[in-house]
């Protein structure tokens, strides 16, 4: 069983993988700061954090996430 969230972003559609899709809530507050502890891949692509009815929901940044972490380190070289 295969599942994939449909996102667009730059004019192209993109299928991102996931292993399950466990609920599809509303954000219950205002996007917050990203405690620690998520690791460096999660603080990467991080952009928040939302608390739904659910539990907490981190909140991700598109572009990050499909640049993949060779993304980063492009755009680190680009900017030297």
Do not use: C, K, N
Not at 30 to 35: D, F, I, L, M, Y
Not at 45 to 63: K, N, Q, R, S, Y
């Amino acid at each position: 069983d295969h599942r994939a969230i449909v996102v667009a972003h730059g004019g192209h559609p993109y299928a991102l993988l996931v292993d399950a899709i466990e609920d599809i809530t509303t954000a219950a507050s205002e996007a917050g700061q990203v405690p620690g502890g998520f690791g460096a891949e999660w603080s990467r692509i991080a952009t928040g954090m939302v608390e739904t009815m659910a539990g907490p929901a981190l909140l991700v940044d598109l572009p990050a996430l499909l640049a993949g972490p060779e993304g980063t380190s492009r755009e680190i070289e680009a900017a030297a």
